[in-house]
């Protein structure tokens, strides 16, 4: 593994990435053979390599990203608990989904072979980080980690909005590594649009991983379905993220509830996939001094690059200018990258009339009130939203299963449904779900956060009637690695042992 010392201001030049994609696809076989506990180390060290290293890492986010000190070392503090987090899923091994079906001659369905089913690493992974997080979304972070816990050496296109960060990061993860054992060309870092685009086309990947915008996702994407070989593209793209409240919520509860809401979708600019684009507010609701006053008092924040800034400027203008619209708090760009927050409030019909406009992401700290007359109208206007991440919705005492199927019409257009609470942040653990159907990403089965992450880089093969000497470690008899394992012994009665006779 090289260590990255080229200029960041320069793109990888092609040469440098036939280099790194050489020596990933020569990494893939020896990192994937290794015992999990080798590369639950690995992920370990590169965890204590960025704690070691935050005093220089954090001053240098700041400088690139404008983003707060405290932010960023909770930040940096999140990204290592994911390495941390994928060292347990190794240490647990149920990721290996290792399955034993013995031979059985008596089986209803005829002979049944000896079947000995595990997942490995599906190869080379390409993951491009994105903007709004330096640390847990860039170099280091979370699709970094579950690929190299896969077994699968990563190359990072890192993000132009950070290069400086990019490389001192990449040059910590590929010494963590080393040090660690880790096979030459487990990890590099490359730069330039250009290059990811003829990475991502290179047959040595296997799967990629993508964090940004619908259009730049959607590019990616159909270069990695119409390669000569398609490959697995995990892209989290855009996310409304509509929120409700009832109107017992609001009589139990009103400005606490405006409160939050302004909260969540000016945090870090608005700049978070998960920031609540439509706010659901019951007819009558007498909440609009509250949240234009709230809107109005959050001091400008800089957005992150230019070119998020020129996006948002857009999409702001084409908000406002849609009939039906009417504006709360202005929130007019201020100088440089610095923006106020917007508000704008309309009804349904105007929502749906004009959904071009109103039902595609805002990149930034703007958000639409929408006033609805019923339960029964609101359902009708989840029916066709687009998918997102999350989901909200606040209730009050007077609520109950009434709802219900409002909450299912909701289950059906996101990955998480959150109650009585606010969708910006998410939490790191086993049960997370960071996805949800499109275009919130390309992959609804699938997470980029959690440990459930590990999945999108995992491939199942299956052994049949193999001797034991050629079978993989996860799946030979005396399982040296002590994985979980599910065994299905000839003879055994179980749902699939027995013919199901209908009626």
């Known amino acids: 593994m090289p260590t990255q010392t080229r200029t960041v201001e320069t793109d990888t030049a092609a040469e440098e990435l036939e280099s790194a ?3 990933a696809a020569a990494a893939a076989g020896p990192f994937a053979a290794l015992p999990p506990k080798e590369r639950a180390g690995m992920l370990a060290a590169v965890a204590e390599g960025l704690d070691a290293a935050a005093g220089e890492l954090v001053p240098i986010a700041m400088s690139e990203s404008g983003l707060p000190e405290a932010r960023l070392r909770g930040e940096l503090t999140r990204t290592a608990t994911q390495l941390r987090m994928f060292v347990e899923v190794l240490a647990d091994g149920h990721y290996a989904g290792v399955v034993v079906d013995r ?3 008596d089986f209803v369905l005829g002979p ?12 080379p992974v390409l993951v491009f980080a994105a903007s709004n997080f330096p640390f847990a979304f860039s170099v280091a972070g979370g699709d970094t980690a579950s690929a190299l816990a896969a077994g699968c050496p990563v190359v990072l296109k890192a993000h132009p909005g950070h290069p400086e960060l990019s490389a001192r990061t990449g040059r910590i ?3 963590a590594l080393r040090g660690a054992g880790a096979p030459d060309g487990t990890f590099a870092v490359v730069f330039g649009v250009d290059t990811g685009i003829a990475a991502l086309r290179d047959p040595r990947i296997a799967a990629a991983a993508f964090t940004g915008s619908v259009p730049a996702g959607r590019a990616l994407g159909d270069i990695a379905a119409s390669r000569p070989v398609p490959i697995p593209f995990y ?6 993220n509509p929120a409700i409240a009832t109107p017992s919520a609001i009589a139990a509860r009103g400005p606490e509830i405006a409160a939050g809401y302004v909260g969540s979708f000016t945090l870090g600019a608005g700049q978070f996939c998960t920031s609540p684009g439509l706010f659901f507010l019951p007819a009558g609701h007498g909440l609009e001094g509250a949240l234009t006053d709230g809107a109005a008092a959050v001091p400008n924040a800089r957005m992150l690059t230019d070119g998020v800034h020129a996006g948002y400027v857009m999409r702001r203008a084409e908000v406002v200018a849609a009939p039906g619209v009417r504006i709360l708090a202005e929130g007019a760009t201020a100088d440089g990258l610095a923006v106020a927050p917007t508000l704008v409030a309309t009804d349904i019909r105007a929502l749906l009339e004009h959904r071009d406009e109103l039902l595609d992401e805002v990149f930034g700290p703007l958000s639409i009130v929408v006033e609805y007359p019923d339960v029964e109208d609101l359902m009708t206007v989840v029916d066709q939203l ?7 919705l606040h209730t009050g005492p007077d609520d109950g299963a009434e709802l219900a199927p409002l909450v299912q019409a909701l289950r059906s257009r996101v990955g998480r449904l959150l109650f009585n609470g606010w969708p910006t942040g998410v939490a790191v653990t086993p049960a997370m779900h960071h996805g949800g159907p499109y275009p919130s990403t390309t992959a609804s089965l699938h997470t980029s956060v959690g440990a459930t992450a590990i999945e999108r880089f995992l491939r199942p093969v299956v052994y049949q009637d193999a001797p034991e000497a ?6 030979r008899e005396d399982n040296p690695l002590g994985l979980p394992r599910t065994v299905n012994a000839a003879g055994e009665s179980s749902r699939w042992g027995r013919p199901v006779i209908p009626g």
Do not use: W, Y
Not at 386 to 392: E, K, N, Q, R, V
């Open 112 to 123: 049944r072979p000896e079947l000995r089913r595990a997942k490995f690493g599906i190869g």
């Open 103 to 105: 031979a059985d001659p």
């Open 386 to 392: 687009p998918g997102s991440l999350t989901a909200t």
């Open 21 to 23: 994609l050489a020596a």
């Open 173 to 175: 993860v590929t010494e």
């Open 235 to 240: 892209g989290e793209l855009g996310s409304i």
């Open 470 to 475: 050629l079978l993989p470690a996860e799946l």
